[in-house]
């Protein structure tokens, strides 16, 4: 690791202390050494230069005799005892002219040797000279031991100085410097509450208590920091809307638990990743982020329809940019207002037509008086120009006439068939103003407690033998899957309108699976279920399903998509009336443009255990 770090960080005090203090040693031993070594040598040189003196004198003195006496062998043989030792190299002794020995060198180098002269005196005459050579070879010993002396003392002081240096911060320094660094690193890794042992010394425990206490201040600060994250984390999760933060670029660093439940990706998948792939229901308002991010505007679109798993839900989206923090981005917040939709539509719905469902009964009231004269009074012609009652024939014979030509005469001239007709057309109005009677309120209720599961499969049978039904369509190519769930509690209603109601929905959807050659084979859906008070009916087809726009007016009287003749637009008024007004129950519709409708009807429970306790 180290090998990673750049040179300069290598040095270490330890190592740069230990050097120092080494190569001031040596430094120092070595002046010492040298001063020594220079005082010493020349010591030993002056001893050197006054025993040399003192030889030459002693020589002389002991030569002067046998000088004088010219004794040449006594000469040579006291000569050849000086030379016997090391010191003493050369020697020439002279009288006058005369050589009495001399093995001196011929070149002499003045550093090399030491030269002696004296005279020989006797009897205070000048009788000889003698020059005596001495060998510098000791003093260059003695130099070169006092040199070696002084490199070893030296070399061994710096080593053991450098070695205590080493061994001391070893055990002074190094060591509880990696403790500290060891407890430094555990308390970095998130021990907070880890404490550094105390050491020997006073200025590293200083070190350590002050990191401890850092370390305690940092453990508060971040328990402090987890709870107002934990809280702030509870109040974003708590929240019932979707709440998403997003960085300048789009990717996810928020993710709340609505978002987790909506989108089922959980907030660890979210995060980092680009909203657009983990959410791609809001890539139309995504594409403002950016815009909202520049221009510091919150953007808010209501009402933002979308497909979840094919239902289709309305929500609510707002981007707030986040002006406050440096880092930018956005929040994105989603709220789901499909049902607020859906109840704001049913009270505009239930208003529409209770205003409309009153004029449409009140009409109807004023239309049956005049209708049922029509029809009573047609009923009575035909009656009275049937060849079968006696009385007729009475009254045609008073006026001159047989009923049989009159009879000639009505075939001749279509009469019975236009009677039929507008009989036909005057029961068509009554069952048209029948209908319009039903959007009054009052309803003389013969309630039953019904088993809506049955009632469903009754009103199927009678579809199916429907003789009218079959013109377009026959029902007995439709699938019908049944998902009745068998613990559905028994509901009180009027048991011959829920089957109208059934009967209404069932027809829509078997003609509009008929009307889409396109789609796939027809199918309904049929379930009944327990949901708590309540018990749902759902009838599902797979037909085109519808837009917007007509699903909106499906339930007004009078409104169809289809052509005179066919529908009349008041099936699902009727229906809606039924449900809603006489069992207090509700009806409402889903549909997805090309896959299908579903009808929804819900009726309370509650009143059933009343009646039948
Ligand atoms: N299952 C369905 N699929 C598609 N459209 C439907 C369905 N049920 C009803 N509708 C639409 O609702 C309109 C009103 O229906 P309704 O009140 O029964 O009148 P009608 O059947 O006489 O037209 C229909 O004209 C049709 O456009
Ligand atoms: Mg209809």
């Not at 040693?25 to 010591?43: D, E, K």
């Not at 979308?306 to 406050?324: H, N």
Request: aromatic share 6%.
């Amino acid at each position: 690791m180290a090998k990673d770090l750049p040179l300069s960080t290598r040095r270490t005090i330890s190592r740069d202390l230990m050097l120092s203090l080494a190569l001031m040693t040596a430094l120092v031993v070595s002046v010492f050494g040298i001063i020594y070594r220079v005082y010493y040598t020349n010591q030993e040189i002056a001893g050197l230069a006054t025993e040399a003196s003192a030889v030459a004198d002693e020589f002389a003195e002991v030569l002067s005799r046998p000088l004088w006496n010219m004794d040449g062998d006594t000469v040579t043989q006291i000569t050849r005892a000086y030379l016997s030792s090391d010191f003493l190299t050369g020697v020439r002794v002279k009288t006058g002219p005369e050589t009495f020995f001399d093995n001196l060198p011929k070149n002499q180098h003045p550093n090399q040797w030491l030269v002696e002269t004296r005279n020989i005196i006797n009897a205070g005459e000048t009788i000889g000279s003698v020059e005596l050579l001495f060998s510098k070879t000791r003093i260059d010993n003695v130099r070169k031991r006092s040199l070696l002396l002084t490199l070893v003392t030296v070399i061994l002081v710096t080593a053991v100085i450098g070695l205590g240096t080493h061994i001391l911060m070893k055990r002074l320094l190094i060591h509880p410097m990696n403790r500290l660094m060891e407890g430094i690193r555990t308390i970095a890794a998130g021990d907070y509450q880890y404490a550094l042992p105390m050491e020997k010394h006073a200025d590293i425990n200083t070190i350590i208590s002050e990191i401890n206490i850092m370390a305690r201040e940092i453990d508060r600060r971040e328990t402090d920091l987890n709870k107002l994250r934990g809280m702030l984390k509870n109040i974003i999760d708590s929240m019932p809307s979707i709440l998403v933060g997003v960085d300048p670029d789009g990717r996810v660093n928020q993710w709340n638990r609505e978002a987790e439940k909506q989108t089922h990706v959980i907030a660890a998948q979210a995060m980092g990743c680009n909203i657009e792939t983990v959410y791609p229901s809001l890539t139309d308002a995504v594409k403002k982020v950016t815009q909202a991010i520049a221009e510091k505007k919150t953007y808010k679109e209501s009402k933002v329809t979308s497909y979840v798993k094919g239902e289709m839900r309305y929500l609510d989206i707002t981007i707030y940019p986040l002006t406050a923090s440096d880092a930018g981005g956005a929040v994105i917040r989603v709220d789901d207002i499909t049902e607020r939709v859906r109840i704001e539509e049913m009270m505009v719905q239930s208003e529409k037509m209770l205003s409309v469902g009153g004029l449409a009964a009140g009409m109807a009231h004023e239309i049956n008086n005049p209708l049922a004269g029509i029809l009573q009074n047609i009923q009575v012609m035909q009656n009275r120009l049937s060849s079968e009652l006696p009385k007729n024939h009475e009254a045609a014979r008073k006026c001159g006439l047989s009923m049989a030509d009159i009879q000639a005469y009505m075939q001749s001239r279509n009469l019975p068939e236009m009677i039929a007709s507008i009989m036909d057309s005057g029961k068509r109005a009554a069952k048209i103003v029948e209908n319009m009677l039903s959007f009054s309120r009052k309803s003389e209720a013969t309630t039953t407690l019904s088993d809506l599961a049955q009632l469903m499969d009754a009103t199927l049978e009678l579809a199916e033998n429907d003789y009218d039904l079959k013109k377009r369509y026959d029902f007995r190519q439709i699938e019908i899957v049944r998902e009745f769930d068998p613990q559905v509690p028994m509901v009180v209603c009027e048991a011959p309108k829920i089957q109208q109601v059934f009967l209404n929905i069932l027809k829509n959807g078997a003609q509009a699976m008929a009307e889409y050659p396109d789609g796939p084979p027809p199918r309904f859906i049929l379930r009944v279920k327990p949901e708590g008070d309540w018990v749902c009916i759902e009838i599902e087809d797979n037909g085109p399903g519808m837009d917007e726009a007509v699903r909106k007016r499906i339930f007004e009287p009078f409104y169809t998509t289809k052509s005179v003749g066919i529908g009349t637009g008041l099936g699902l008024s009727v229906s809606y009336f039924i449900i809603t007004e006489n069992h207090g129950g509700t009806l409402s519709v889903f549909s997805t443009p090309g896959a299908g409708t579903c009808f929804s009807i819900h009726l309370p429970v509650k009143k059933a255990s009343v009646t039948s306790a």
